[in-house]
């Protein structure tokens, strides 16, 4: 069982790389929680691959810092929609 647990890090972490995927994106694709899917990228994966995790790192630095515009965006939407 535990070797399922580390291929499902590394499988999130190539996910997330490839496609420039969000925690909630990757959950949502895997049918996982955020938080499993943010446990196995930022705690598992920095001990089983540690280029893997810097990479998925990168990634997930710059999703962080675009949120905000992505949030503000989506609001934006949803008054338009409403009009």
Same mark, same amino acid.
């Given at each position: ?17 490839? =496609? =420039? ?41 710059? =999703? ?20």
């Amino acid at each position: 069982m535990k070797g399922v647990v580390e291929e499902r890090a590394v499988e999130l972490g190539v996910y997330i790389i490839e =496609n =420039n995927a969000t925690v909630r994106a990757t959950a949502k694709k895997f049918h996982i929680s955020k938080s499993t899917v943010h446990k196995d990228v930022a705690c598992r994966l920095r001990t089983l691959d540690p280029h893997l995790y810097g990479q998925v790192r990168g990634v997930l630095e710059v =999703n962080k810092a675009q949120r905000h515009i992505r949030g503000g965006l989506a609001t934006r939407e949803k008054y338009q929609q409403e009009r």
